[in-house]
């Protein structure tokens, strides 16, 4: 269901039924420890149970019929633990559980807050309603020398990270997120966030270009390429992008300085007018090729002082493939204005 209908709460011990203004809907919240792994719950109450460790297999036991009218019982399982327990429920004799959402009483709680609601019917079932509720966790990214745009990041207890920060720093490779500065465990994004995980560190290691010696002969560059299908050497020296999907793109980048002539030759293999190999310079795109070419002598000039952005980009467009579907780039020259 997609809405549970709680009625107003009363901490116990905070007053309550019989306050005086003849509220007999308010319900106390009761917090409960399992003892031996068993939970009695509480007519007319919310009954809260709080687990943090992971402390086995959980019962939740309702009590016999005590007095004439039906039992309402309310259940609010705050699960924080990053072992999920096995969660199950007990009658009293003669009657009966089920659940609203599942079939076959098939029943498993998540990470988060599991609210319950159980209502008693004449012929001795209890129906069982949920509510699942959210817990966030606020998670902080120590770039260890890095930059990093953001450090705080709030995700929800008990799903995927999905997507993680990525930060820089020059001269270096950023190796991903681990629970310590030294050692520890590697957090990917496809691992479910967890309580004890509120720390996260970036490990380093010395960038080492796989493209310089190949593709400048000067070696005054250094070139990047990341993501899933990052460019590579070939066998013929060459750097080709890597393999992309309908709709994907690829990019080789390098920086250089000040005014001067950006020189290198580069050829295609891809569907004409639809899968292009461009250069772009901070942002701008400046030429493209594509289909079936062999290989041409390009040159650029920049007019411009500070540092430049550079990316050799291969993308595709959402259908049909052509050739050996990619780009090559080499015999890159970067000459400096006066040559410095």
């Known amino acids: 269901m997609d809405v549970l209908y709680i009625p107003q709460l009363d901490e116990a011990g905070a007053g309550g039924e019989g306050d005086g203004g003849g509220v007999a809907a308010r319900y106390r919240i009761l917090k409960r420890v399992p003892e031996d792994g068993v939970v009695t719950l509480t007519d007319r109450a919310v009954t809260k149970v709080d687990v ?5 297999s959980l019962k939740l036991v309702v009590p016999p019929e005590a007095k004439g009218s039906a039992r309402d ?9 990053d072992e999920i327990p096995e969660v199950t429920f007990a009658a009293p004799a003669g009657e009966t559980i089920s659940f609203e959402d599942v079939d076959d009483d098939v029943f498993k709680c998540e990470t988060g807050v599991n609210v319950f609601a159980f209502t008693e019917l004449d012929n001795g079932i209890f129906i069982v309603n949920r509510k699942m509720v ?18 705080k990041y709030t995700f929800k207890l008990g799903a995927e990270y999905s997507t993680l920060p990525k930060p820089t ?3 270096y490779s950023f190796l991903g997120w681990f629970t310590a500065a030294e050692d520890g465990v590697k957090v990917e994004a496809t691992d479910r966030c967890k309580t004890g995980v509120t720390n996260l560190y970036a490990h380093w290691e010395v960038y080492v270009d796989p493209f310089m010696d190949a593709i400048c002969a000067a070696k005054n560059l250094t070139f990047f390429s990341e993501g899933e299908s990052p460019w590579f050497v070939d066998g013929d020296g060459s750097a080709r992008s890597g393999a992309i999907g309908d709709g994907g793109a690829t990019t080789l980048s390098t920086t250089v300085q000040g005014k001067g002539t950006l020189a290198f030759r580069w050829r295609t293999s891809s569907e004409w007018d639809y899968d292009w190999l ?13 289909g079936i070419r062999d290989w041409e002598n390009f040159s650029h000039t920049i007019d411009t ?8 980009r291969y993308d595709k ?21 006066g040559g410095a």
């Open 305 to 312: 002082q500070g540092s430049h952005t550079v990316e050799w």
């Open 73 to 81: 019982f309310f259940v609010r399982l705050v699960i924080t633990a």
């Open 134 to 151: 959210d817990i966030d966790i606020e998670v902080e990214f120590d770039a260890c020398g890095g930059t990093l745009d953001k450090t």
């Open 52 to 56: 943090a460790a992971d402390g086995g």
């Open 278 to 290: 461009r250069i772009r310079v901070d942002g701008n795109e400046v030429a493209s090729i594509s």
């Open 317 to 337: 467009d959402g259908s049909v493939s052509d050739g050996d579907d990619c780009g090559w780039i080499d015999d890159v020259v970067w000459a400096p204005e």
């Open 169 to 171: 720093m020059a001269g």
